[in-house]
């Protein structure tokens, strides 16, 4: 009995870390800019209202790491830096903001929980410890070696051994 098989799909796999990677990407600049275009004091002042020290400076780097980095991600270049750094980034603002408004925020309630920050994380993490892909600057400049490549395979040794 044959059952349901996707192998179709895996010719797409190269399509993974570069969906991850943009989508984030383009999510986390968004934010970024936002913030800019808002003016990194301003940012300053409500991370000022939550305690954080040195809240001007801190919303510029904020600010710098969302910009950048979400770029960095979308062109696939210093990818694996630029994903640790947005992780941190979210990490960040889900125990300084987020906590106290849980998962998901009630109904009628102000701000968001932290579901979108989680699944940014989601995929920050797949290009973190799997890496940006072969359609990426990182792979093309040579940063990122071919995993797939490089990788033995485990098929053709155990083939050899019986």
């Keep these: 009995m044959r059952t349901l098989s996707l192998s179709p ?13 943009v989508i984030v990407g383009i999510i986390m600049f968004a934010h970024g800019l936002q ?7 301003n940012f300053g002042g409500a991370l ?3 305690g954080v020290p040195l809240p001007v400076l801190m919303a510029f780097v904020v600010t710098l790491v969302e910009v950048v980095g979400g770029l ?12 640790l ?5 979210l990490v960040v603002a889900i ?15 102000p701000g968001a929980g932290a579901e979108l920050d989680l699944a940014l994380i989601a995929g920050l993490l797949v290009v973190l410890f799997a890496g940006p892909g072969r359609l990426s600057a990182d792979h093309a400049l040579g940063i990122e070696p071919d995993v797939v ?9 155990r083939a050899r051994t019986t």
Excluded at 73 to 83: C, E
């Design 95 to 109: 125990l300084l903001v987020k906590l106290s408004i849980g998962l998901i925020a009630q109904q009628g309630a």
């Design 48 to 50: 000022e209202g939550m």
């Design 72 to 83: 960095l991600l979308i062109i696939g270049l210093l990818s694996r830096l630029s994903a």
């Design 35 to 41: 913030k800019l275009l808002g003016g990194p004091a």
């Design 9 to 21: 799909l895996a010719r797409l796999a190269a399509l993974a870390p570069l969906s991850a990677r």
């Design 149 to 157: 490549a490089e990788a033995p395979s485990t098929r053709g040794d």
């Design 85 to 89: 750094l947005l992780t941190i980034d």
